[in-house]
């Protein structure tokens, strides 16, 4: 990916000492990485490989920090993905490669596409974060999942010390999931992630409700890419709190999937209940309901809160601890499981209680 954006090859990278992380994540939490490098360039890499930074302990690695919550002072070091660039290619079946390196804003890129008229990812409008993130959780949103336009990454293999690439099929992307967060778990670092977009004929997906709603509250009936990008940047910022005005970190928990009969079960207390089928017989049903109906909605704990207008987002209001944070979400886990029978699995990467 390296273009006329990145520094030059040789540039070798500086590691530092105690640094601030607090900047560094949205939820804003205080944290100080005993070691931490940036790397603006994927052979950068290669050369902590060679000087044998990886063989003493396994780095964290950070994109925006927006998916992520510092328990304590990390152990282990940082790294930082910085990698930029970007590139377009034209192919042959009408389609565009877009390639973009990890350390690239991924809003900026959703930006990006929709001034070049490529279609494909204007329903992920305004997700924090970066393009070398957006593979591991499989970003999704307003009905489509990154999955959708993934075409392949490129992967440095800490062990091996090489790069690779992953395919779609090879990165196992399910709900809020993929390889990188099981088998491939702090093994690979994510140089840059390529995606298949539309020229002409966009495939447009307007069929999710808060969507579609508003779509028709502006009388749009024939949307372009760009009135789909304006919308969900519209309901986005009216929905979700902005982290440079109070730390959060989006959803902290993921919607969980129950089966045919947890589903029924639950229905029969709850008939107001909203689902979404996801499977021959499974159900996803919104965490935030579950929340707000255990009583957690806009609560606030010390420092730490459940969002007002959206239950599903934990909001640091001011100097809370990683730790704060955590114990509050599990009162609400252990308060979800109480009313309904259900565990939540944290959709937030829990960094410091790892094995
Ligand atoms: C207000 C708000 C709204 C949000 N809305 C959504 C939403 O609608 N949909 C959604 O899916 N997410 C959403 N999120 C979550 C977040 O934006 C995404 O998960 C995003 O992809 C995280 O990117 P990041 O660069 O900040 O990742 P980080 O938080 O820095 O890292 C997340 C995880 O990925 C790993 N990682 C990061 N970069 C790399 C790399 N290059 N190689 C290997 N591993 C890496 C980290 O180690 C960590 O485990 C939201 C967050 C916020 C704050």
């Given amino acids: 990916m390296p273009n006329a954006q990145t520094k030059s090859v040789s540039d070798k990278p500086v590691i530092r000492e105690n640094v601030n992380l607090a900047p560094l994540n949205t939820l804003g939490v205080e944290a100080v990485a005993r070691r931490f490098v940036e790397i603006d360039h994927p052979n950068q890499l290669r050369q902590l490989h060679d000087d044998g930074f990886f063989d ?9 920090g927006s998916n992520l919550l510092f328990l304590n002072r990390p152990d282990r070091p940082v790294l930082k993905m910085s990698v ?21 804003n991924w809003h900026q890129l ?3 596409s929709i001034e070049k008229g490529l279609g494909g990812i204007e329903n992920l409008a305004l997700i924090p974060g970066t393009v070398g993130a957006a593979p591991i959780q499989n970003i999704g949103a307003y009905g489509v999942e990154l999955k959708d336009v993934f075409h392949n990454l490129t992967a440095f293999e800490i062990e091996t010390g090489k790069f690779r690439t992953y395919t779609a099929a090879e990165c196992n992307f399910g709900y809020r999931d993929s390889i990188f967060k099981r088998e491939l778990k702090n093994q ?44 969900v940047v519209e309901i986005r910022r009216a929905k979700l709190p902005d982290p440079s005005d109070i730390g959060n970190a989006g959803s902290f928990f993921k919607n969980p999937v129950l089966s045919e009969e947890q589903f029924e079960t639950l229905r029969s207390n709850y008939p107001e209940m909203p689902s979404y089928k996801v499977g021959d017989d499974e159900y996803k049903i919104p965490a935030a309901w579950l929340i707000e109906k255990a009583g957690w909605k806009g609560k606030r704990v010390g420092n730490v809160g459940t969002y007002k207008n959206q239950a599903l987002v934990i909001v640091n209001h001011g100097g809370a601890t990683g730790e704060e944070i955590y114990n509050h979400a599990l009162k ?4 979800v499981r109480n009313t309904f029978d259900i565990d939540l699995r944290p959709e937030v990467n829990i960094v410091g209680n790892e094995s």
């Fill in 56 to 64: 003493r302990q396994i780095p964290i690695v950070l994109g925006g």
């Fill in 84 to 104: 930029s660039g970007r590139d377009i290619e034209a192919r042959e079946d009408g389609s565009v490669l877009l390639k973009a390196g990890a350390g690239e």
């Fill in 110 to 112: 959703v930006k990006h």
């Fill in 188 to 231: 690979v670092i994510v140089c840059d992630v390529t995606l298949q977009l539309t020229k002409n004929a966009h495939d447009l997906n307007v069929d999710y409700k808060g969507l579609n709603d508003h779509l028709e509250s502006k009388k749009i009936s024939d949307p372009t890419i760009k009135d789909i990008f304006n919308s």
């Fill in 332 to 335: 609400i886990q252990e308060s």
